[in-house]
């Protein structure tokens, strides 16, 4: 028999919020944590705006020792270990140096690519002739699994410890690889999420591409505007997001609070086939990742009552919305309500499947759609497939049991998990 | 420079990088890096740039090896400070 899995831990450092109090008011009041970024301008960005999480010196040492600071240039690491930290926190355990090995947890944390400023630091000094002045961190910081070596060295995590990697897929894949460990009776607990570097270095590429707005630099809350009619290009972000997965069994036998149930999901991918490219989706994969995860957690389509779509703010949102009505057999009125957390974050790449996993879970467990913002023009395209109160502009207190989360990322890679509110 | 501030400035070098206090307080030079302070091994190459930045010297993968104690550290510095 297979085991159940919930949640029982959350940490978040996100653009509009650090924390899971200040993450979860953010989410209420429609919070937007997009900034215009000099730097970016200096550099001759098209899109000079991105989203930044707050982090001061004084929370690096609540974190950090002073020691594990020097030399330290990570910000996808810094961010990956605070929310992990805290998740663990928040799930009844202690961060302490000479804790017992604890070979029942593991951890998944995923990333795109690992201290990037690390990395160019380390090339100029190459460059020079320099390598034997390159320190001892260069290879931890720009190592993918950079994240999961700290995080799992700072909690003492004995289980299975890895970092996987699948574009903006990346954190929702990483939860469901935690889940089918402790399904299968191989962990109890496995600490997940994923994160991404900030910075023109890991948006650089992005804004090559033209993917990026570039028409919202003098007015950056209002940039991200996915489903919008007036939506154009996606606005880059950066952060971390962590959740403690759990066997019920373990939950109950330690008596700690329950957000919610992991009742299950898919991975897939549409492999460049049927329109689907390194950059656009199969949608005929998207669809059935979707039916797959419904039918993987002995689920009805109709059960489904919220979704966090993955909408980016490019012109792929309706044909994801699209994808939805299909793969559900659901439109109109009938359509489940939907909500896009980066309006309020941007696209934090890499981070963007753990954040919104996050954002899923806290609507469930706090019984509210969070806000649509910036999306009081919704595209034709769009509004042709749904009602126009299915995409609320303001946040919406709802009695519901099921929320689906699906991430899509460059490689025509496919995630969808679905949760379900746990009463005890 | 006289061995007393040779070791207050190797103290001072050493400090964020070592594990035991009591050890730390009570550095000479027969003070271990690693079986004493409890230094991580792969800090030491960050003690040596640290060490070539404060004297202004430069120290080969020879020196490097053979520095794993006060004295030893000692030994290098003056040689190559008298070079």
């Known amino acids: ?424 | 420079m006289t061995n007393d501030d040779l070791i207050a400035k190797l103290k001072t070098i050493v400090a964020p990088y070592i594990q035991d206090e009591e050890a730390f307080k009570n550095l000479s030079e027969d003070t271990d890096f690693v079986s004493d302070l409890k230094i991580n091994s792969a800090n030491l190459v960050d003690i040596i740039l640290d060490i070539e930045d404060e004297f202004d010297i430069r120290l080969e993968n020879e020196d490097m090896e053979k520095m794993l104690d006060v004295k030893s550290a000692m030994e290098i510095v003056n040689t190559k400070l008298s070079a």
Not at chain 1, 197 to 211: E, L, N, S, T
């Open chain 1, 1 to 424: 028999m297979k085991n159940r899995v919930v949640i029982t831990g959350l940490g978040i450092v996100a653009p509009n919020g650090v924390g899971i109090s200040e993450f979860t008011k953010a989410l209420k009041s429609g919070k937007s944590g997009i900034t215009f970024h000099q730097e970016l301008a200096d550099l001759n960005f098209s899109c000079q705006i991105g989203g930044v999480p707050n982090i001061t010196d004084a929370i690096k040492s609540e974190y950090f020792t002073d020691l594990q600071l020097r030399g330290f240039n990570s910000s996808g690491i810094l961010y990956g270990c605070i929310s992990g930290i805290d998740a663990w926190k928040d799930a009844g355990f202690n961060m302490d140096s000479e804790s017992d090995l604890d070979y029942d947890t593991g951890l998944i944390f995923g990333t795109g690519t690992s201290g990037v400023e690390k990395f160019r630091e380390a090339i100029y000094k190459l460059d020079e002739g320099n390598v034997r002045r390159l320190g001892s961190t260069v290879v931890l910081q720009t190592m993918a699994s950079g994240v999961s070596a700290y995080l799992s060295g700072m909690l003492g995590l004995g289980n299975q410890v890895t970092t996987n990697s699948s574009a903006c897929t990346t954190g929702t894949e990483a939860l469901l690889m935690g889940f089918e460990r402790i399904q299968n009776g191989k962990a109890k607990r496995m600490l997940v999420g994923s994160c991404s570097d900030h910075g023109p270095y890991v948006w650089g590429g992005f804004d090559a591409m033209r993917v990026m707005t570039y028409k919202h630099n003098n007015n950056p809350e209002s940039s991200s505007r996915p489903m919008s009619a007036t939506a154009s290009g996606f606005v880059p972000g950066s952060g971390a997001g962590a959740l403690v997965l759990e066997s019920l069994e373990s939950a109950i036998e330690r008596g700690v609070k329950i957000y919610a149930e992991v009742l299950g999901g898919e991975v897939n991918s549409g492999g460049q086939r049927q329109g689907g490219t390194l950059t656009a989706p199969n949608a005929e994969a998207v669809q059935r990742c979707i039916t797959k995860a419904i039918e993987n957690s002995d689920l009805h389509a109709d059960e489904i009552d919220v979704i966090n779509g993955h909408l980016t703010a490019t012109s792929k949102d309706a044909l994801e919305v699209e994808n939805w009505t299909k793969a559900l057999k659901r439109e109109g009125e009938d359509f489940p309500y939907m909500n896009s957390t980066k309006s309020m974050v941007g696209h934090c790449l890499a981070a963007a499947g753990a954040i919104e996993c996050l954002a899923s879970v806290i609507q469930l467990k706090e019984q509210f759609v969070a806000p649509n913002i910036n999306c009081e023009d919704l595209h034709p395209e769009i509004e042709a497939l749904v009602n126009r109160e299915q995409i609320p502009t303001q946040k919406k207190e709802l009695n519901f049991d099921v929320i689906a989360k699906a991430s899509f990322g460059f490689g025509d890679v496919n995630a969808c998990v679905l949760f379900k509110r746990y009463i005890a």
